[in-house]
């Protein structure tokens, strides 16, 4: 009976993905703010049960803006998910890949402004422990360009 619970035990704790998998979720786990917007800005990304998905959310005092997001890993399909809702309406679903040692990139199309558009974003951990964050988009098949870029830094508590 004793070790039958202590199985149990450890298959629930155990985490979902193999370590190859988890090493490029595991950076995006802390609190996070923006340069520049560190009074305002908080971006809370904790573990979801067994280490299954991340789940972050976002508020901006400034802007209003709340989102929730979720990124994790589908086996089915073999690539990473970002999915996230926001108090706008707004919402969005991404699949990505890994990206370097332990960076993602997403990839997904939408319409913009009447013209469909693809956006790759990118999530690559810095040395100096800050998330850096771009975005480039394709307008209509047009060339590449960038669509933004942000650090996120460690919040100081």
């Known amino acids: 009976m004793i070790a039958t619970l202590l199985w149990l035990a450890a298959v629930t ?3 979902v993905h193999p ?3 988890e090493k490029h979720l595991a950076p995006l786990v802390g609190e996070w703010t923006r340069e520049g917007k560190e009074t305002t800005y908080r971006d809370t990304c904790v573990w979801y ?3 299954s998905f991340v789940v972050c959310s976002l508020t ?4 209003g803006l709340r989102v929730e997001a979720i990124v994790g890993y589908s086996k089915d399909a073999a690539r990473f998910t970002y999915q996230s809702y926001s108090n706008d309406g707004g919402s ?3 699949y990505g890949y890994p990206l370097g040692a332990n960076g993602l990139v997403f990839t997904d199309e939408r319409v913009v402004a009447g013209k469909t558009t693809r956006l790759t974003t990118t999530m690559v951990p810095q040395a100096d422990r800050r998330l850096l964050i771009t975005a480039q988009r394709s307008v209509e098949g047009g060339a590449w360009e960038p669509a933004g870029q942000v650090y996120y830094v460690p919040r100081r508590r």
């Not at 901006?60 to 802007?63: K, R």
């Open 19 to 21: 370590p190859e998998i």
């Open 49 to 51: 049960d067994r280490r």
């Open 92 to 94: 969005r679903v991404q």
């Open 13 to 15: 704790a155990a985490p």
């Open 60 to 63: 901006d005092s400034l802007s």
